[in-house]
């Protein structure tokens, strides 16, 4: 079975501009997440979909960060504009339904340096 | 609000010591605790998970020990090897899907 695919990787971009970060979650997983992990703590959520509805979006700073799942599978998920702050890895989830921790799976990641 | 709280920030023991990572958190509304495993580069992976019903759970090497009157919890690696060296994290979930995370202990198993 494939794993969370994201991209790019890593990602270096002056404060002001704007980033956008891609994830392709597992075949059949209607729940993705989005994440925000910044260096020394841990994951926090941003927003999470099921199909391509939003279930939780409450942690999501709208006024710069969007998020979209078109279709139900792949989303992305865009700053504008990107501030210091924002240094972190981003990291994408997913998971089936009704199978709780057992089917949750990470991304490697994408990691973000704003300067 | 830090919904869990992990402690220690870093950890450094020998190989085949046993290293103990320590959570508590407040929500007794949570209903699953899991730990994951985090090496750099990578996402986190799922070690080992428990219910508040169960007091103990072991997987190989990995145990989680659980104390529901204290809400706390603790993750112990029995004869730890180098390859064990990563960043653990604690989590409680809410809901069977909404995640709040420890803030990681870096654990380093020196040979």
């Known amino acids: 079975e494939a794993g969370v695919a994201q991209s790019p990787r890593y990602k270096i971009i002056e404060k002001r501009q704007s980033v956008a970060f891609w994830c392709n979650p597992i075949?059949?997983?209607?729940?993705l997440y989005w994440y925000q992990q910044i260096l020394g703590q841990g994951p926090k959520l941003l927003i999470q979909?099921?199909?391509?509805?939003?279930?939780?979006d409450s942690q999501l700073p709208k006024d710069r960060f969007s998020a979209e799942r078109l279709k139900g599978v792949d989303s992305t998920l865009k700053i504008q504009p990107a501030k210091l702050e924002d240094s972190a890895v981003y990291l994408c989830?997913?998971?089936?339904?009704?199978?709780?921790?057992?089917?949750?799976?990470f991304g490697s990641g994408t990691r973000l340096t704003v300067v | 609000q830090q919904q869990v709280k992990q402690s220690p920030q870093s950890l450094i023991v020998q190989k085949g010591g046993i290293p103990i990572i320590n959570c508590a958190y407040e929500?007794?509304?949570?209903?699953?605790f899991p730990w994951y495993q985090q090496f750099p580069g990578k996402g986190p992976a799922l070690l080992i998970a428990?219910?508040?019903?169960?007091s103990e759970k072991k997987e190989g090497r990995f145990t989680i020990s659980f104390n529901k009157s204290a809400k706390q919890f603790s993750l112990h690696i029995m004869d730890s090897q180098p390859g064990d060296s990563a960043t653990y994290f604690c989590?409680?979930?809410?809901?069977?899907?909404?995640?709040?995370f420890g803030s990681g202990t870096k654990l380093n198993v020196k040979p």
């Open positions: 979909f099921q199909n391509n509805g939003v279930v939780d």
């Open positions: 075949s059949g997983h209607a729940t």
């Open positions: 428990i219910r508040p019903d169960v």
């Open positions: 929500n007794t509304a949570f209903d699953y």
């Open positions: 989830a997913s998971s089936p339904v009704g199978q709780g921790v057992y089917g949750y799976t």
């Open positions: 989590a409680a979930i809410y809901n069977f899907n909404k995640f709040y």
